[in-house]
């Protein structure tokens, strides 16, 4: 393997990010490759056959271009629907992530769960079929909100973010039949644990579960014994389109200090 071969990971905008954040704690020389394709962005709005299309097409033309040595898809709705055909498509591994329902069972004492994600995540079958496997004795709440994920955009591009502007978006979902016993809470895109401290704020007799850091560990268990730079490198944020928002600062935090638009 080559020290340089890079991880790259791909969403349809900055969510991917709180997969990133635990993964270079963990591998803190690897270099990276950020993918976001904001072309198409929101995921959460289109079809499955749209994404189902889209996904495997742009990744093969990013390992093309990147030669890495793994993929992740840090995105639920990309995952739950494309993630067996960018399989298929790749000869390389390929990470996905899931919403966190089997975690969230572990400890959740009401045995009530929210499931909180876009809309096309929240209703695919792989949600009711993780909640059949992992937590059949629990009542499972799903609520889509496009607007976390535009809010947690905002965040990151540095625009002010309300804790009342987060709760709405949320509400609905403990405004459901039994919502009110919901004691625990899935966070089933990856934009939403950069709304972590805003949740909480709004939302602070539950607990909090996302993927970000089982995914972490198991790109570090992909990984082990592969050789690594001896120094951290630049890592690259590639977008399929406009930004929208200035990002650079807010990419850097993370280790992205060069953007690219294809």
């Given amino acids: ?82 993630l067996d055909h960018v399989r ?18 572990k400890i959740s004492q009401t045995r009530v769960i929210g499931v909180l994600g876009t809309e ?12 059949a496997d992992f937590a059949a004795d629990c009542t499972i709440i799903r609520h889509g909100s496009p607007e976390l994920v535009e809010l947690a955009e905002a965040k990151l591009a540095g625009e002010e973010v309300s804790t009342e502007a987060v709760r ?41 579960v996302d993927g970000g850091p089982g995914i972490a560990r198991r790109i570090a268990q992909l990984t082990r014994g592969q050789v690594w730079p001896n120094d951290r490198p630049s890592g690259l944020a590639v977008f399929t389109g406009a930004v929208g928002r200035p990002l650079e600062s807010a990419l850097a935090r993370y280790g992205l200090d060069e953007v690219l638009t294809l």
């Fill in 1 to 82: 393997m080559d020290a340089d071969a890079p991880i790259l990971f791909f969403d349809s905008g900055v969510g991917g990010l709180s997969v990133l954040a635990p993964t270079r704690e963990l591998l803190p020389n690897a270099p990276i490759i950020y993918a976001a394709d904001s072309a198409g962005f929101p995921y959460g709005k289109r079809s499955e056959a749209e994404i189902a299309s889209r996904v495997p097409a742009l990744l093969g033309r990013l390992v093309e271009r990147f030669h890495p040595r793994l993929a992740v898809i840090a995105c639920n709705t990309a995952s739950t629907i494309a």
């Fill in 88 to 105: 298929s498509a790749l000869d390389l591994p390929v990470v996905g992530t899931v919403p966190a329902i089997k975690p969230a069972a």
């Fill in 120 to 131: 096309a995540t929240v209703r695919q079958p792989y949600v009711e079929n993780l909640a």
């Fill in 168 to 208: 709405a978006a949320a509400q609905a979902m403990f405004d459901a039949s039994s919502g009110e016993s919901i004691d625990t809470v899935v966070l089933a895109c990856t934009h939403f644990p950069l709304l972590d401290a805003e949740l909480r704020a709004a939302f602070p007799d539950v607990s909090y």
